[in-house]
């Protein structure tokens, strides 16, 4: 091995030792979206399935995801207007929404090319 390899060792191990556990599920229940101050509609999570995002409760179809090892979730359908029309769902992260809650984060790509995130808690 290169000397230089070995003496990052200590550093890769400590860096390694300091990322965050991640949760490895989210609680049941509606799931509030935002965009800032305005309301992008509630998604449904019941285990492994999900509704919305809907605006007034009605939702078309129940879809599954899954939660990676690594802290993000790959939605197995569709997500209303936060993929359709021009915007692209890029990463969805789980995010600590304090009180021991997780939540998550949607990064969207707009048509512009410009990108936004959209915050959902319980």
Do not use: H
Request: hydrophobic content about 35%.
């Amino acid at each position: 091995m290169p000397l230089k390899f070995l003496r990052l060792l200590p550093i890769l191990s400590a860096a390694l030792a300091a990322t965050p556990a991640v949760a490895a599920e989210l609680d049941d229940g509606t799931y509030q979206c935002t965009l800032g101050p305005a309301m992008m509609g509630g998604i449904e999570i019941v285990g492994n399935t999900y509704k919305g995002p809907a605006y007034d409760g009605k939702y078309e179809g129940t879809y599954t995801f899954e939660v990676t090892d690594g802290g993000t979730i790959n939605w197995n359908g569709p997500l209303g207007g936060l993929d359709s029309g021009g915007n692209k769902v890029v990463s969805t992260v789980l995010t600590d929404t304090g009180g021991g809650k997780t939540g998550f984060d949607f990064t969207i790509q707009l048509p512009s090319g410009n990108y936004s995130t959209v915050n959902c808690s319980l």
